[in-house]
């Protein structure tokens, strides 16, 4: 028996092969084939089935793709509606894999069709349990996801969550491994660990939800409470995993078309594409193609194209690094973005050798961010992080929008004002900055390393805040 994860940082995501005698199941798969049919391939196995925990909101599953190139059988648990072939299984059937058996485990809440799989190992034992979106490490999935497609209440769903938890996993031996979908840096959960698995034993004395002691009243209280708003891509992701997607071969060929500067220039007129940057936040600021939008690719790249670009069909041009342009398109479809019409073939350097307009976004250092604020007491300075973190410690006098819900607060910012905008490192205030300056804010500037640099100042801080109200 092979158990392996396979997880992408960049979503905070496990995928899992599985492998017995030959025979291997693929359980959430991403967008991309590749990996499971190389593990496949250089194992000598055969992909059998494809098992889902449920309809995903944060990425696109790959299980379309998977099932066409293998063969296997696409398995979803108990109330999976589909608009493409599938099997739906029942509470507790059974799946052999080789010498070993798939439990079905439904364990509605996240979702009402979350299903939980149990591993039997070769001697029938319960090994492990693939979780999903049901039970993280430190955390459980939040039940307000699937509101608007049931017509559910998220306490309805806690309530399901809380049922499933005590009904079918607590009761299940302390040495199962537990395997999530996600960890930590996913906004599938609250507050996930960083760990991307443990025992089921130490969840029990560890993770909050999982008190023996707590009510279900109490629990639906706790995991309703805090949530922020799921970024806009979630529900559209879920409604592909649902009704089918375009193939991701056909995707990766339509995006990867290298174009001159001359072609990458008629194209965005021509398709009214988005241009985006995707080279890290140092080299953007010195110069980019004017109305670039910036999201590296070293950060957390897909989900933040995600919460900021409203629209899945919206065409996209892409400036990437030097040999990081098929990376780029394969990111972007695994949450959906499908319509990249190419990429400037030779980068930002071919655009600047062309004669290009090229523009630029002055970025200065926490010291003189201090020197400046000095000298001149109305300082706008813009916090761009999110609401948790400010919290904690701010500027005094900062204004502070977070960068998730820029789009839908932008009157709030003075076009006549300068703004120094800063986040936590630098990355996503060159976000904001590149956001602003493509909709004709013309003072923006960044600072330089973000609030960690800025703590090394004496600019006055505070951690009182007033309640958010930003939706």
């Known amino acids: 028996m092979k158990i392996e994860q396979i997880y992408t940082g960049c979503l905070a995501q496990g995928a899992y092969y599985i492998e017995s005698e030959g025979q291997a199941a693929i359980i959430d798969p991403l967008r991309e084939t590749e990996p499971y049919l190389l593990k496949a391939k250089e194992n000598h196995a055969k992909i059998k089935y494809i098992f889902e925990t449920h309809f995903h909101a944060d990425f696109v599953s790959g299980h379309l793709d998977l099932a066409k190139k293998t063969g296997a059988k696409i398995i979803y648990g108990p109330s999976a509606q589909t608009g493409y072939e599938k099997y739906e299984a029942k ?19 996240h979702t009402p069709e979350s ?24 955390d459980v999935g939040r039940p307000d996801l699937a509101q608007k497609a049931t017509g559910l209440t998220q306490e309805d769903l806690a309530g399901w ?41 130490n969840q029990k004395a560890t993770n909050y939800a999982l008190r023996a002691d707590m009510t279900r009243d ?71 193609v004017p109305n670039s939008i910036f ?21 996209l041009a892409i400036i990437a690094p030097e040999g990081r342009e098929v990376e780029t398109v394969k990111r972007l479809a695994r949450v959906g973005y499908d319509n990249c019409i190419g990429y400037l073939d030779g980068g930002f350097e071919a655009w600047q050798k062309a004669g290009k307009e090229v523009h630029t976004i002055e970025s200065i250092s926490a010291d003189a961010l201090e020197k400046i604020w000095k000298a001149e007491k109305d300082t706008h300075i813009l916090d761009v992080r999110k609401p948790g973190e400010w919290t904690s410690e701010h500027v005094e006098g900062a204004q502070h929008l977070p960068l998730d819900y820029m789009n839908n607060h932008m009157q709030e910012i003075n076009r006549n004002d300068t703004y120094y905008i800063h986040c936590r490192s630098g990355y996503r205030s060159m976000i904001a900055a590149s956001i602003l300056k493509s909709r004709g804010f013309e003072n923006v500037i960044d600072i330089a390393g973000g609030y960690a640099a800025i703590e090394q100042t004496a600019l006055p801080r505070t951690d009182y805040v007033c309640p958010s109200t930003l939706k």
């Open 91 to 109: 509470d507790g059937e059974e799946f052999q894999l080789g010498k070993i058996k798939i439990k079905v485990l439904h364990t509605p809440g």
């Open 115 to 138: 299903t939980t799989y149990l591993l039997l190992n070769e001697n029938g034992k319960e090994h492990a349990i693939f979780s999903g979106d049901t039970l993280f490490i430190g």
């Open 161 to 201: 969550l809380y049922d499933s938890l005590r009904g079918k996993i607590m009761t299940l031996p302390d040495d199962v491994i537990v395997y999530p979908a996600h960890g930590a840096g996913s906004a599938c959960g609250k507050n996930m660990s960083k760990e991307t698995w443990d025992t089921l034993g």
């Open 218 to 288: 109490e629990f639906i209280k706790e995991v309703t409470t805090g949530l922020q708003p799921p970024p806009q891509y979630f529900s559209k992701n879920a409604a592909m995993n649902k009704q089918g997607y375009e193939s991701i071969d056909v995707v990766m060929e339509r995006g990867t078309l290298a174009l001159s500067p001359e072609k990458f220039e008629e194209m965005v007129n021509l398709e009214n594409a988005l241009i985006l940057d995707v080279r890290h936040q140092d080299e953007f600021h010195k110069g980019f």
């Open 295 to 315: 999201i590296g690719l070293d950060g957390q790249f897909a989900p933040w194209v995600g919460a900021l670009i409203p629209d899945l069909m919206q065409p």
